[in-house]
Each structure stands twice: as structure tokens, then as C-alpha cells.
């Protein structure tokens, strides 16, 4: 058999590299440290990664955590893809006996789960209150000192260079897998190059292009290209060197066109349409309850205490995840793009529609507002 | 290759459901569905909850048999479908409801005739269903009829291990295909039995891999 804390690590390595698959883990609820009946309620997804990572996070904590059912998928995909939704969230609420374990009613969720979950629909449909909690499972404990109160550090995205080498490695693993195989048939020797060339433009991507504009990208990647055809050229030449030349541009033509939003939480989608579709504020509706500003996970809102409303200062740090659109509970935002079209927010609700997610359904389409579902 | 065109791959599977299954099932998936309707409908004017009921392939059979029927699904795209299927029933014979499969435990106790799943129940993680069999058993008049169509593990133990050998391909196929992420159900009898229902009726498709179990909620 092997040890627990070997096949931890294994399965940590095995879901870095292929953490783009799902690796669903059982739903349900688990104890970590001794918890009791007035101990908090976390959820999250049932990404196994991620649980053993909170698990981990919260060592010396006493909780009850909430594996929700999200097909094996990690929060913010989840969220923003319509896996970890309202359902899923009053599904594990209800079947996991959580509530048999404990007195109150009050669930701590990731704050990345706000672009998928209605806070105000689960507390309808279960009768637990949610909150979001911090980005971070690190950032757990703390917040959990500081009685259940988000500082401002917690409440967004970093991006960290850790980050960055694990979304390089998770976009290599498979692509140099799959690069690896018709090589290691066909020309052995090629295999450690195309690799080591696979693996540097993954952290080239993930370290730098987000850095960049579109035609720094473009000269960049030119340059890396017709260096390694270069370097293939004079090592073997001919025909060895025009296939490689043909190869390498399929692969750059690949990343160039690239949609990295949702690959980075930094990033919105801006080699597509939804660039063109910003984010609005309806000064009239808004009430001031500021849950923008709380699941806003690039800091693109400020309070303005004075007159009890919010303010959009960094809508171009706006990733257009919707998060906002979905939790305000007084519609006062939407998207609208540069011609006056508009995506209201019940259609960002239901179809996910948060231009990083979900994208089947057509944004000039979707006016033929469904009928909002009835109770039994 | 991009990631755009993964993720199109993946969000548009509502869209290819129906097709994906009759290729995954090799066809069987309509006689089964079939089959689940004629059991699960005892005379016309059933009241029927159906959990999971996706594109409405097997509302519109229950409905055809002249079933009252309340359908649940958590996917709105899904849901769409099943509501451009059904826009020429009668008025008042369908219900669908935006609504996950644990939500049955608001149904009022014994007011279905019927609670018919098809495909739903490998979706959910055991407490899940669990939860979700207990509930359909309160749902249900005493006599009512259970019918359930799933994914189940083979008795044999060599088809068990063919099985095993296709799962990891088959899970992925699934997964881009149809989005499902479905795992066989071990002992469904026994669960069912489990939640206090006398299973009448067990009939096996395509290598035992496909069961249709219908059971009664005892007087």
C-alpha cells in the first residue's frame, strides 16, 4: 500500500498537471479538526485538488466543510461555467445532513462562487444564509479570527507567480503529452527540445503575455518561433526543418488565437467579442448595499459612503465575470456594449451569461426572457 | 486548438444530448424510454414527478400516455429544450421547473402516482441519492410506482471488467459529448429497497450496463 501522505502528493502532481480535466471527489460533508454544533459552515466544489488544499489550509481550525456536487470541477470554473450554482449549493446544503450537525443556518462560500450562486436564492430555497468568504482557502483562518469579516486584502485575486507556474504547468502537461507522442515514434531525438520549447512558451503565457498588448504578443511569439526554427534549421535542416517550421506555426497560430480569459483570473476575454460589452451602473437603482464591491475580485468598485451608492473607478480592471450583475439584488447593473445593447442581469443568471463561462448562447439572442421558474 | 474551442465543445453539450445518448447507449436509450413511460403511467390522468427530466425525451412519453406531469431539471439550457419539445401538449399536462433533484422534499407527502428518473440518479453522489429516494417515497401515495432507467454496475463479473477497461474512455467521451459525468450505480435494487420500497420489476440493456427498475411504495 502506499502511505497517505505519498499518495497526497502524488495525486497533487497528477492534478497540477491535468488540473483542466475534472477530478470529482465524493460530495458530502466532512469534519475538519473536532468541530461541534456551533462550529461555521464552509462549501466548496467537489474538485479534489481543492479540497485537500482547504482541508489543508485550515489545519487547527474546527469546521464543517461542504463538498457541493460541481461535476469535478474547481470553483471558479464552476462558477463561471454553471456547475457551481444556486442548485448545486441547496443540493449539498440538503443531502450532505449538515444541518442535522449543526444549530445555526449560516454557509461561508468562496467568494470566486458568487459569479454562479444567488446568495438570496439559496437562503430562499434552503433557508441557509450565505456569504462569501475570501478568494483565498489560505485566507481562511484569518477571516475566521476576525469574526467572519473580509479585509480588504482578502477580497481579491493576486495572481501570484505561484499562480502563474501552476496554470503553465497545467496547460504544458497535456500539450507536451500529446506533442510528445507522434515524436517519440518518429524522431526521439526531437523529444527533450520540444518539450523544454512547449514548457517555455506555457510560462512565457502565463509570466508575460498578460502584460503585453496584442501586437507585443504577436512580435513576441513571432520572434520565439523563427528563433526555434532557426536553432532547428542549422541542428538538422532540410525537410526535418520545414516540418518543424510547419509545426511550430500550427502551435503559434494556437497561442496566438488563444482566449485566455478564465485561464487567468486577470484576464476578460479580449480577443473576442466580449470585449466590446463593458460593465454599467444605474445610479438610480442602486441602494448602496454594496455586495459589488464585497464579491468584486479585481477591486473595480468604491463605496461612496456619503451619498450611500457605489461607484465604477476601475472598469478596466473588469474581467466581466458578472459576479456583481449577478449578486446585486436591486438590478442595477449590467453589461452593455459599445451600439447600447444590453445583457440583463436575469439572463446573466440564468445562462451564466458572464462572458467568461458560458458563450452557446447568442448574446443578441437572448431578449426572449424565459419565464422565471415557478415553485411546486 | 484553442481553449475557446474546448470550452464551446463543453457548453454546448445540452445541444448534442439527446443525439450523444442514443450513440453512447448504441441506440437503446428510446425503447428504454419507452419502456419506463408504459411502466411508470398506470392509467391516464397519473400525476407523475419526473427527476432530471433533460431535453423532455421521456416527459413527452409520459405525456403522451396521458400523465399529469411535474418535471425537474437544474439546467435551464436543458430545460429550454424540453419546452420547444413540449410547446403542443394539453394545456395543464406538463410542469417544468427549474429545480435540482433535492428540491423534491418540498412536494407535498403522497401526492404522486408516479417518480420516474431517467439517467439522473448516476449523476448524484450516494447521499444525494439517497436523499433524493427517501424523499420520492414520501412523494408518493402508498401503492405509487418508482421507475427509474440508469446507468448500473453488471452482475457478471466478467462484463464488470470489460466495463472497468472502457470506463475511462467512455467517462471522457461522455463528458465531451454530453457533458455527463455519470458513474454506474453499484447496487441500485438494494438502495432502492434501502429507502423502504418493494422492487416489482428489473429488466438489463447492452451488457447488463443499463437497468430499468421499477418498484412500489407498499400499502
Known amino acids: 500500500m502506499i502511505p497517505d501522505t505519498v499518495s497526497e502528493h502524488l495525486r497533487d502532481v497528477l492534478q497540477t498537471g491535468f488540473r483542466l480535466a475534472p477530478w470529482p471527489t465524493e460530495p458530502g460533508l466532512r469534519a475538519i479538526g473536532n468541530p461541534g454544533p456551533l462550529s461555521p459552515v464552509l462549501v466548496t466544489c467537489n474538485f479534489d485538488l481543492t479540497v485537500r488544499r482547504v482541508t489543508r489550509a485550515m489545519r487547527g481550525v474546527d469546521a464543517w466543510l461542504v463538498v457541493a456536487p460541481t461535476s469535478g470541477i474547481n470553483v471558479w470554473c464552476a462558477a463561471s461555467g454553471g456547475h457551481l450554482s444556486t442548485h448545486q449549493v441547496v443540493t449539498a446544503l440538503k443531502t450532505s445532513g449538515v444541518a442535522q450537525r449543526v444549530q445555526h443556518r449560516r454557509a461561508i462560500l468562496p467568494q470566486l462562487a458568487a459569479t454562479g450562486v444567488i446568495a438570496r436564492e439559496v437562503e430562499r430555497r434552503s433557508r441557509w444564509q450565505v456569504k462569501f468568504g475570501p478568494v483565498y482557502a489560505s485566507d481562511i483562518p484569518r477571516y475566521l479570527a476576525q469574526h467572519e469579516n473580509k479585509s480588504e486584502d482578502m477580497r481579491h485575486v493576486r495572481f501570484g507567480i505561484r499562480e502563474r507556474l501552476e496554470m503553465a504547468v497545467s496547460w504544458a502537461t497535456p500539450m507536451a503529452l500529446l506533442a510528445a507522442i507522434p515524436t517519440m515514434i518518429f524522431r526521439p531525438s526531437w523529444l527533450l527540445p520540444l518539450v523544454a520549447l512547449i514548457c517555455a512558451l506555457a510560462v512565457a503565457v502565463f509570466t508575460i503575455y498578460d502584460r503585453l498588448s496584442a501586437r507585443r504578443r504577436l512580435y513576441l511569439t513571432s520572434a520565439a518561433l523563427l528563433l526555434a526554427v532557426a536553432i532547428t534549421a542549422l541542428a538538422g535542416g532540410g525537410i526535418a526543418a520545414l516540418v518543424t517550421a510547419a509545426l511550430a506555426s500550427v502551435g503559434g497560430t494556437a497561442l496566438l488565437t488563444f482566449d485566455y480569459s478564465g485561464s487567468t483570473p486577470i484576464e476578460g476575454g479580449s480577443h473576442f467579442k466580449e470585449a466590446s460589452w463593458h460593465i454599467q451602473l444605474d445610479l438610480d437603482r442602486c441602494k448602496g448595499v454594496y455586495f459589488c464591491w464585497q464579491v468584486c475580485p479585481e477591486a473595480c468598485f468604491d463605496k461612496r459612503e456619503d451619498i450611500r451608492k457605489v461607484a465604477i473607478t476601475r472598469s478596466d480592471s473588469c474581467i466581466r465575470c458578472g459576479a456583481c450583475v449577478v449578486q446585486c439584488p436591486t438590478d442595477a447593473l449590467y453589461f452593455e456594449n459599445s451600439s447600447g445593447a444590453r445583457i440583463e442581469p436575469e439572463s446573466i443568471r440564468r445562462f451564466k451569461l458572464n462572458l467568461l463561462g458560458q458563450r452557446t448562447v447568442d448574446m443578441g439572442g437572448i431578449d426572449k426572457a424565459p419565464e422565471s421558474p415557478d415553485p411546486v | ?219
Open chain 2, 1 to 219: 486548438m484553442s481553449s475557446l474551442a474546448l470550452m464551446r465543445l463543453l457548453e454546448s453539450a445540452p445541444l448534442r444530448y439527446d443525439a450523444g445518448m442514443r450513440l453512447l447507449t448504441l441506440g437503446k436509450i428510446d425503447e428504454i424510454r419507452a419502456a419506463l413511460a408504459e411502466l411508470a403511467v398506470a392509467a391516464p390522468g397519473a400525476r407523475v414527478l419526473e427527476i432530471g427530466c433533460g431535453t423532455g425525451a421521456v416527459t413527452e412519453k409520459l405525456v403522451a400516455r396521458g400523465a399529469c406531469v411535474t418535471a425537474y431539471d437544474q439546467n435551464p439550457e436543458m430545460l429550454e429544450q424540453a419546452r420547444s419539445r413540449l410547446k403542443d401538449s394539453p394545456r395543464d399536462a406538463v410542469k417544468l421547473v427549474e429545480r435540482t433533484a433535492a428540491e423534491i422534499d418540498s412536494c407535498t407527502e403522497r401526492s404522486f402516482d408516479a417518480v420516474v428518473a431517467c439517467l439522473s440518479l448516476s449523476e448524484m453522489s450516494r447521499s444525494e441519492r439517497d436523499f433524493v429516494l427517501a424523499q420520492a417515497f414520501r412523494a408518493l401515495r402508498p401503492g405509487g410506482i418508482l421507475a427509474i432507467a440508469d446507468e448500473a454496475r453488471p452482475r457478471a463479473a466478467a462484463l464488470r471488467l470489460w466495463l472497468w477497461l472502457l470506463r475511462v474512455p467512455q467517462a471522457a467521451f461522455a463528458w465531451l459529448i454530453v457533458g455527463s459525468v455519470s458513474r454506474p450505480i453499484p447496487n441500485l435494487v438494494k438502495e432502492v429497497n434501502a429507502a423502504g420500497f418493494h422492487v416489482r420489476y428489473e429488466r438489463r440493456w447492452l451488457l447488463q450496463s443499463l437497468a430499468l427498475v421499477t418498484a412500489e411504495r407498499p400499502l
